[in-house]
């Protein structure tokens, strides 16, 4: 598939923030629902580079383990469990709840996001056109319209939301940190592959307009 918006945009995928003021607002109207939707943005990108950077450490300390690295798979969880126990990020705010996919009694948080054109996707000036508006919509936070934009010029997307069970992930590191401290280090393996295998992949197909 096509990608049609870089990482940096992230956030404004993951961002259940209201459309941007309709053309009949004041432009300082405008510019407050701006301000307010970038704001919202600036808070989930927090929220989920900070559980991006937990499963990474994750990662990272199962593949010390492999290298027979124990003392950096030791910083590496412990690195991940601080991550997540931190109470400066309001990870309930940011909380998927309506989720398809098939999830736990449990806290999923939005730590990654992809969004692709769909796979019989043909160029046109056209749609290159309605591609560059949504790009733009969606460096100002407006998600609805940039999809809009897009499905109304016939383009079809997928959109992938990787979500991290905060409550599973948390009691995975602390066990893992106990068995590192053991000196079980295969047990804290399998345990640390546990949190990574519990990510969800939550995908919704936003259908051309015909």
């Given at each position: ?23 009949t607002a ?9 301000a ?7 808070d ?12 990474r ?10 290298h ?10 412990d ?16 909380v ?44 100002k ?16 997307v ?30 804290a ?10 990510i ?11």
């Amino acid at each position: 598939m096509k990608k049609l918006i870089l990482a940096g945009l992230l956030a404004t995928m993951m961002s259940s923030a209201p459309v941007l003021a309709a053309a009949t607002a004041t432009p300082a109207q405008t510019a407050a629902a701006t301000a307010q939707i970038q704001k919202e943005a600036a808070d989930v990108m927090q929220v989920a580079v900070q559980g991006a950077n937990a499963m990474r450490d994750i990662q990272f300390a199962r593949l010390a383990l492999f290298h027979g690295e124990p003392a950096s798979a030791k910083k590496l969880t412990d690195d991940a469990a601080t991550l997540l126990k931190d109470d400066s990020a309001d990870w309930k705010k940011f909380v998927k709840t309506d989720a398809k996919a098939k999830m736990i009694d449990d806290q999923y948080v939005i730590i990654n996001a992809t969004v692709a054109l769909s796979e019989d996707y043909i160029a046109t000036p056209a749609k290159e056109t309605a591609i560059k508006s949504a790009n733009e919509k969606l460096a100002k936070g407006d998600q609805k319209g940039a999809m809009d934009t897009l499905r109304l010029a016939g383009i079809g997307v997928m959109e992938n939301q990787y979500l991290m069970p905060l409550n599973q992930t948390r009691k995975a590191v602390a066990q893992a940190k106990k068995l590192l401290a053991d000196g079980k280090y295969y047990e804290a393996n399998l345990v640390l592959k546990g949190a990574e295998d519990g990510i969800v992949v939550d995908s919704e197909m936003f259908a051309a307009s015909n």
